[in-house]
Structures are given as C-alpha cells and as structure tokens.
C-alpha cells in the first residue's frame, strides 16, 4: 500500500477545525456512497515441484455510515474475530469500541493486557483526533486509549485527486515520522491502486507489492485483484494472494 516519492516537505498542521473532514471511506481508497464492503483474502503458496495450494483465508467487513466514515468493522483470521463500533465526539474525535471477543479456545492465546489489568473499557476504547494541514493535503491521525495513553499516530499524505499516496506512522509525538514504519502508493489513470511499498523507520525499502489483474465496478472501486510481492532484491515470493471484494451502495 504505497510510491515512493522524492521529497516530503513537512507542513505546519494546524488545529483548527479538529473533525474528521475527510471520511473513513477514502483513507480506504474507496469511493461513491459505500454501505458494506465484504473482502475475502486468499493466500496461495508455490510449493517446490507442485501447483500452488490455499493456504489462509482471511476476511474483513466494513459498514459505512451515510457521510462515509466507518461504522462497524469486523475481521476473521483462522480462529480469531474480532469486531470493532465507531462514533463520532462532539469534538469530532471518532471513538472505536473493541468488542471483548471471548478467546476461541481452539486458537492461540491472544496478547495481554500491556502492564497487566484486565480488557475493561479503558483498554477496549480507542480515541482518534484528527488535524489537518490548511490544503487538506496532509491529516494527522493520533490514537489513544481511553486512559489516555499513547498507541500510535498515523500520518496519510493526498495526491490533488484525494488519494492517499503515503502513510506512516509513529509511536509517540516526540517520534520521529515514520519511525514505526512508512507505506507509499502508487495508483493508475483510474485512481486504483496499482503498487505499494513499505519502508522501515531508516528509509529503506522493505518491500515492494504489485497488484495486477485488476477489476472494477461501475464506482470505479477494485473488486478484485491479485497481489505478489518482492524482497528488497526484487525477489518475488512464492505467494500470491488474490483479494475479492463485495460492495454494496446506499
């Protein structure tokens, strides 16, 4: 999910108007009046001497409200779910719900509690404030946990279509940018994503994923694609995964 560019030429972010004036929708890379998206990832694996075999299966649904921003999230990876709620402050900070899933016995333990407690509202809800720069073409996105503590502040960058062209992300604001990790994109005449890279918190490609046999519908969103990936010596993997989306529209 990510181009790289040449030059990042840090803006003044200034605080003015603190609500969400760009909605969920295109931080998603997605357009027209979404309701539900349903994507299914599937990883296939070239073993030496045999076809590919289906490895994982991962799948994520998105619920949209009328304005574009998200509503309810859920996602299932092999055994484990999970399912987040969304909603908007007076202040126009989104609020994120973690629903506290019970463990599936059957999957791996999950993470604990970081310094130990239990998983009560203060762990489960997540606040995200927003600013912007004065051009709308740079939004700081900075997350806390409802005791206030820090998780992690992500920064997304805009083309002059609306598109997101890079995203990074840091720990704390005292961080370096990108100190946590960094994504750049790369989309078509169409505006569909075409090429991601990622990059470590030094600068230096990690990887490289193209995406290639693309569909559209009608609202000019993918529904579905293929994507491999190469190291940082263009050594492509023996692994494709073909995504599949279905989107529904109000």
Do not use: C
Not at 29 to 49: F, M, N, P, Q, S
Not at 106 to 114: D, K, T
Not at 176 to 201: I, L, M
Request: proline share 4%.
């Amino acid at each position: 999910m990510k181009i790289l560019l040449t030059t990042f030429l840090s803006v003044l972010l200034v605080p003015q108007s603190l609500a969400q004036s760009k909605p969920d929708k295109y931080l998603n890379d997605l357009r027209g009046t979404v309701h539900t998206v349903r994507r299914t990832d599937t990883v296939e694996v070239k073993e030496t001497g045999k076809p590919l075999k289906t490895d994982n299966i991962v799948e994520f649904i998105e619920t949209y409200d009328r304005q574009g921003n998200l509503a309810e999230k859920k996602s299932t990876a092999g055994l484990n779910l999970q399912q987040s709620v969304f909603s908007h402050d007076g202040q126009g900070r989104r609020i994120e719900k973690m629903a506290d899933v019970p463990p599936n016995p059957l999957a791996p333990p999950r993470p604990a509690v970081p310094g130990g407690g239990e998983r009560n509202a203060d762990f489960l809800t997540l606040i995200t404030t927003y600013r912007y720069d004065a051009e709308k073409r740079q939004l700081e996105a900075a997350t806390k946990r409802l005791n206030g503590q820090w998780l992690w502040i992500d920064t997304y960058l805009f083309d002059e279509k609306g598109w997101v062209i890079e995203r990074a992300r840091k720990d704390k604001p005292e961080d370096a940018y990108g100190s946590r990790f960094r994504f750049v994109y790369k989309h078509d005449e169409r505006g569909v994503q075409v090429e991601s890279a990622s990059y470590t918190a030094e600068g230096k490609l990690q990887e490289k994923t193209g995406y290639k046999d693309i569909s559209v519908d009608s609202r000019g969103n993918w529904i579905k694609r293929t994507a491999t990936t190469a190291d940082t010596n263009g050594k492509v993997r023996d692994m494709t995964v073909t995504s599949i989306r279905e989107i529904t529209y109000y």
